[in-house]
């Protein structure tokens, strides 16, 4: 070790020569050493990299070197003393540094085979000099555009590199100078790059008309590609550039790929109506050159899946095309003797559509979720008034034109329809397991778009939707398109409309659709199939508030059902059911707790009878989600006698262990250290939160039952956790019973914080809450001398107060 440490110093001797085999050596040992040989070399080549003087070497590593890593590696500091260094530097320095690196890249780039073989240092050459340029130019490189296009004159592979360099500087520049140049310094290349253009312009087009050079032409439109979002309008629509693009390159299949980009660059460009004749042009010169390359009756999602990268890049590129060009420009082949060309371009997306790849389908439903709502938004009263749509049909003659591509969309989207939301069960950081709910995934949000979309285009034609969703439905029961995907996307489609239709339309629909799948929950055999189609009629009829307050027979048999599901223990059904509940009692909460017609009692009070059956087979976190739900419904018992007794009713099960395990404690406090014991304090506090969170105020007369317990089990648990700690050290917070303690203490604060939020009573919280809390909790938080054992729901439940 101390060998190659000596060894290694004399690399930061400046006085000696430099040993290039010994810096090969050491960025070896960089790069395949291993411990502390690694370190030792990585120490070193930090250190000499940092040294004002390293870059006086570079120059020798380059030349001598014949290690690409090490050749790299001077080639980073090279960089660092631009990036850092470059101001300070004496001007003689700096021109010696300029002319240094232009000479390596014009000598690695002159030759086409050195050039390939140096790909990554020629890459990293091109970076250094862009570096260069935005310090130097235009004031002290006056002549750089000139030079450069001058140079490319000379030789093809040189001129390829040029056009990678002036790429990435038209990217520095427009691109990436947010954070990286004031805002003086970026504007002032800008302007410098727009007033200098021309000479590169015609250097690409010259290119582009004579070169036979495949990759030099593949670099100049790459190079074309970066700068078309800047440059003057002028040299994109006043030239023949559009023209050589689509006729030249477009149906060439190496170059096709950028070509397209480049069009959809184009494309892209708004607020430019003095050029529409142009864009006309643009769209159907290209749908043109399409049709060749990409026969309108190829089955775009067979080509694309057996397809090459390639291939499979040139349909998301059409797809961004033509999504950019027709949501910019679509108006302006609107007109009648465009309606084949364009009826062509929705055709080709509706196919495109169809591809198994959620990018490409999440940029075609951009375009027809904008379509969709255009539309809409044309008329809104129209369409949702069907007599009027029929009366008068030459009113919309857009929405005619439209109508047969849109059925198209709507049996895709009903095909596709993304997943609502995902459910994970996960452990929690107190070693429990939960349910977590993934937000802001992007299923999620690709459900949203789709459920938006879908909900415009039913708006447009609820006729049309309803047909396409009842015929898949009779393919799920004659069983032509049986499968789980079909009937969860399908069932996800149906539940997505919810309030799209005429609650008459919306009844006679669902009516159907519930039928259909009971039935078919009947027909088909085994569990799993049975608890697919159980989880799909639970997402339906949670998705129907309107139907279900309508109809009280039916709400009450829905719910019925719910609970038979609470006992199916097949993965997901009871989770369903759960939820589902939660759902229904939320938006329904008043027919529970009013006697419904043909009944004698509020279906509460059968509920509130039955609570002990429905429960039994539940998990813990689903017995807290169902006490959620039946708080909303108490919640809306207007009557506070009524209420109360009901609240009597809901909690006596929990209070029937809390009673039993106070009394167990009031006799031997030690039962409070005994694990199953704690966790069923930890389950009947959750339960206490999830009913406070449904009731509200009302809560309060279980919280005044329970409270001075709870302060007391409270101050017994912070006992126990500060004795482990003096006797065992702080690692004890990391066992299963002193974690389970320490969410006894969390959930008796978030439940006094949640339900003090909840309370408009401010004399009573003062009176009657807050001096016992105050003595049991703030004394803990003081005299606790282990600061990981403090509850931080302390200060943001003083926070709530």
């Known amino acids: 070790m101390a060998t190659l440490s000596e060894q290694a110093s004399k690399l930061l001797d400046f006085n000696q020569k430099l040993d290039i085999n010994l810096l090969d050596n050491i ?3 960089m790069y395949t050493g291993m411990g502390e040989q690694q370190r030792i070399a990585q120490d070193v080549l930090t250190t000499l990299k940092e040294h004002p003087d390293a870059w006086t070497r570079v120059d020798a590593i380059l030349e001598f070197s014949t290690n690409q890593q090490t050749k790299y590696y001077a080639l980073q500091i090279l960089e660092q003393v631009i990036k850092t ?37 020629l890459n990293k050459l091109n970076m250094i000099l862009v570096q260069v340029l935005k310090r130097e130019w235009p004031k002290n490189w006056q002549s750089f555009i000139p030079d450069i296009v001058g140079a490319s004159k000379t030789n093809e592979s040189l001129c390829q590199n040029n056009m990678i360099i002036l790429k990435l500087l038209s990217e520095e520049v427009f691109d990436f100078s947010t954070g990286q140049l004031t805002q003086t310094k970026g504007k002032h290349l800008k302007d410098s790059m727009c007033q200098e253009f021309s000479q590169i312009f015609y250097l690409c087009q010259f290119v582009l008309d004579n070169s036979q050079n495949a990759p030099l032409v593949g670099a100049t439109l790459e190079t074309l590609l970066r700068f078309l979002n800047w440059i003057p309008l002028g040299y994109i629509f006043e030239t023949k550039l559009i023209q050589t693009l689509i006729m030249k390159f477009l149906n060439v299949p190496m170059f096709r790929n950028v070509t397209l980009n480049c069009l959809t660059e184009i494309a892209g460009l708004v607020n430019v109506s003095n050029y529409d004749a142009m864009f006309i042009t643009l769209f159907t010169e290209t749908m043109t050159k399409l049709q060749e390359m990409l026969p309108s009756s190829t089955n775009i999602r067979e080509a694309y899946a057996v397809g090459r990268d390639q291939d499979q890049n040139f349909i998301q590129n059409l797809a961004m095309f033509l999504c950019t060009f027709l949501k910019d420009h679509g108006s302006l082949v609107e007109k009648k003797e465009f309606n084949n060309v364009l009826l062509t371009a929705l055709l080709y997306l509706v196919r495109i559509s169809e591809v198994e790849e959620v990018e490409i389908f999440k940029i075609c439903l951009e375009y027809w979720s904008a379509l969709a709502s255009d539309l809409y938004e044309e008329s809104p009263f129209s369409a949702h008034c069907p007599l009027y749509h029929n009366k008068f049909p030459t009113s919309h003659p857009r929405r005619q034109f439209y109508a047969p591509i849109l059925s198209q969309v709507r049996y895709i989207l009903v095909s596709r329809m993304a997943k609502p939301e995902e459910v994970l069960v996960v452990e929690n950081e107190n070693g429990e397991v939960v349910r977590e709910f993934m937000k802001d995934t992007d299923a999620i949000n690709l459900y949203k778009n789709m459920r938006e979309t879908l909900v415009y285009l039913t708006h447009l034609d609820y006729s049309d939707t309803e047909r396409i969703m009842t015929e898949k439905l009779q393919n799920q029961v004659n069983g032509t398109e049986w499968s789980w995907k079909n009937l969860n996307t399908l069932c996800w489609a149906i539940g997505s409309i919810s309030g799209a239709m005429h609650e008459e339309d919306e009844k006679r629909f669902l009516v159907t659709v519930i039928k259909d799948l009971l039935g078919l929950c009947e027909q088909k055999k085994g569990k799993d199939n049975k608890a697919i189609i159980a989880s799909n009629i639970m997402y339906v009829v949670g998705q129907y508030p309107r139907f279900l307050k309508a109809h009280w027979k039916f709400l009450k048999t829905v719910v019925n059902k719910l609970f038979e599901f609470m006992h199916e223990t097949h993965e997901g059904v009871q989770d369903m059911a759960c939820d589902t509940f939660i759902k229904i009692s939320m938006k329904c909460r008043r027919h529970f707790v009013t006697v419904q017609t043909g009944e004698v009692i509020p279906f509460i009070e059968e509920i509130l009878a039955t609570i002990r059956t429905i429960i039994c087979d539940l998990q813990t976190q689903q017995i807290h989600t169902f006490y959620e739900a039946v708080g909303y419904m108490i919640n809306a018992q207007a009557n506070q006698v009524a209420q109360d007794t009901l609240i009597e009713k809901y909690m006596s099960l929990p209070n029937q262990v809390w009673d039993d395990i106070i009394s167990q404690a009031s006799k031997n406090v030690d039962v409070l250290k005994d694990p199953d014991v704690v966790k069923q304090l930890v389950s009947i506090l959750k339960t206490n939160v999830r009913a406070c969170k449904a009731l509200g105020h009302p809560y309060v007369v279980q919280l005044g039952r329970i409270y001075l317990d709870m302060l007391n089990v409270y101050k017994v648990m912070s006992g126990n956790i500060t004795a482990a700690i003096t006797a065992n050290g702080e690692v004890v917070t990391k066992q299963p019973l002193i974690k389970s303690m320490r969410v006894v203490k969390k959930e008796t604060l978030k439940l006094i914080s949640d339900w003090i939020s909840r309370t408009n009573d401010h004399a009573m919280v003062l009176e009657n809450f807050i001096p016992h809390l105050l003595d049991a909790v703030l004394l803990d938080y003081n005299h606790c001398s282990v600061a990981s054992a403090r509850e931080p729901e302390v200060l943001s439940g003083m926070a709530t107060i």
């Open 85 to 121: 260094r470059w101001k300070i530097l004496p001007r003689n320095q700096c021109e010696g540094i300029k002319k240094y690196i232009v000479g390596l890249i014009i000598k690695t780039s002159s030759d086409p085979e050195l050039m390939e073989r140096e790909k990554v240092y």
């Open 27 to 29: 960025v070896g040992c």
